[in-house]
């Protein structure tokens, strides 16, 4: 399996921006998927998962901020981040889950918001 994300780029604090994240050698529809963030200097934190069935869960600083969707159609996960903030600044992976642990890791892109 392999996660292709996209999306990330600098934007003003109260900006939006929309990642995606394509997966490829995998049967996309049968497995959870999440998206964890590593900002400079801190560990890396769980910012939402989507099950298949599309519930949603999120971190509490991100909620009512960020949206976790997917299209299963197209192998593709996506978070819509809206009202960012500096804290906001990592960079973002996205996963895919097996057997209720994170089996697999996309290359992470950089969302910078600046003040």
């Known amino acids: 399996v392999q996660l292709q994300a996209s999306g990330g780029g600098l934007v003003q604090a109260g900006g939006s921006l929309r990642l995606s994240c394509v997966s490829s050698?995998?049967?996309?529809?049968?497995?959870?998927m999440g998206w964890y963030r590593q900002a400079p200097g801190k560990q890396r934190e769980l910012v939402a998962t989507?099950?298949?069935?599309?519930?949603?869960n999120y971190a509490v600083s991100v909620k009512g901020r960020f949206t976790i969707s997917r299209d299963n159609p197209k192998n593709t996960v996506y978070l819509q981040m809206s009202s960012l903030k500096p804290e906001d600044t990592a960079v973002y992976y996205c996963?895919?889950?097996?057997?209720?642990?994170?089996?697999?890791w996309g290359q992470g892109t950089l969302v910078t918001v600046s003040s």
């Open positions: 989507i099950t298949t069935s599309g519930r949603t």
């Open positions: 996963t895919q889950y097996g057997s209720g642990f994170v089996s697999y």
């Open positions: 050698g995998g049967i996309f529809s049968i497995n959870n």
